[in-house]
């Protein structure tokens, strides 16, 4: 039924699982921001400009799903989607958890980790943490008819099941 998705989130919350599952349901390929985001990962950003461009074409095609949580590689995709999965969790200690449990994993740089764990609650605790740009919640606003929220893994999975 949709062609075009976009998963949107902090860290921490399933997303990549979730898009990785969702796309072998639907046959549809999927991309993670973080892959136009990054020219090494979590060590140098590619150029913005240039990020921006490279996923735009992606958002041109017929189909396609895509996650991640960086706000201007995700904005082209907001008009173009079909459907938007918003991974809005209210417990933020379960999503530290999944953080350094899969930097472990991974052996992510712990200094990567700390810095997005700091990131993450400068962003709960403020509206604006970042100067003024625009929070991911007034750029969503309005999209709004086209938003699926997951407050939890439980509505996550039973959305996949269904």
Do not use: C
């Not at 913005?48 to 995709?77: A, F, P």
């Not at 991974?87 to 990567?112: E, G, M, P, T, V």
């Amino acid at each position: 039924m949709y062609k075009k998705i976009l998963i949107i989130g902090d860290s921490g919350r399933g997303k990549t699982t979730f898009t990785k599952k969702l796309s072998e349901k639907m046959s549809i390929p999927y991309y993670e921001t973080d892959d136009f985001f990054w020219k090494t990962k979590y060590s140098e950003p590619n150029n913005k400009e240039q990020s921006i461009k490279d996923i735009n074409k992606i958002y041109d095609l017929d189909s396609w799903i895509v996650e991640g949580s960086t706000r201007h590689l995700m904005k082209g995709g907001l008009d173009k989607s079909d459907i938007i999965f918003y991974f809005k969790f209210r417990n933020f200690l379960i999503q530290y958890f999944y953080i350094i449990k899969r930097a472990y994993k991974r052996r992510d740089n712990i200094r990567h980790t700390f810095e997005l764990l700091r990131h993450l609650t400068k962003k709960k605790y403020s509206i604006k943490y970042n100067g003024d740009k625009e929070t991911t919640e007034e750029l969503v606003k309005p999209y709004t008819n086209k938003i699926v929220y997951f407050h939890n893994f439980k509505e996550i999975n039973n959305y996949l099941n269904q």
